[in-house]
């Protein structure tokens, strides 16, 4: 993956399922009509102002809660590169790969200000406010699932279906 570079959004501790995405909106007809609801029981106005290639970083525990699928899938149609937070719900981090957005564990949250830029380097490290965060690689399954763009892409790819 190439490396790239994208304005933070700060998010705290504990971002749940209910959090990125309330449950009223679950019933609208598509992901896109969902996405302007993203984090409106946080930050209403969050999901109008992050722009494609944006990053956000949280704090632990992100994406905890139900298992909802459709939380990392919204987040990766608002256009989010990744996020980066210091630990992930595991049932939340597996949604994520498969929908092909990209998860960064690394302790960077209490180190940025919103609205700064990082250039992140996927596998590699993170820079930000002239330090250089070192972050662990992914296994090369997940990086295939990521790079084909999600997990049903990777097996048609692999599958010589596309």
């Not at 190439?2 to 971002?15: C, E, M, R, S």
């Not at 970083?57 to 989010?80: D, M, T, W, Y």
């Not at 296994?139 to 692999?158: H, S, T, W, Y």
Request: net charge negative.
């Amino acid at each position: 993956m190439a490396q790239f570079t994208g304005k933070v959004w700060l998010l705290g501790d504990d971002i749940d399922t209910d959090i990125i995405i309330p449950t009223e909106y679950l019933a609208l007809p598509t992901v896109d009509d969902m996405k302007q609801y993203a984090f409106s029981p946080l930050r209403p106005e969050l999901a109008g102002q992050i722009r494609p290639g944006d990053i956000i970083v949280a704090g632990k525990n992100f994406g905890c809660g139900s298992s909802r699928e459709q939380a990392p899938e919204i987040i990766k149609h608002l256009g989010v590169a990744c996020v980066i937070a210091k630990s992930y719900a595991r049932i939340f981090f597996r949604n994520a790969i498969n929908n092909g957005l990209l998860l960064i564990e690394c302790p960077l949250h209490d180190d940025l200000q919103e609205g700064e830029e990082i250039t992140v380097f996927p596998g590699e490290k993170i820079l930000a406010g002239g330090k250089s965060y070192p972050i662990s690689p992914l296994p090369q399954n997940l990086l295939d699932i990521l790079e084909a763009g999600g997990l049903v892409k990777a097996m048609q790819k692999r599958n010589g279906l596309l």
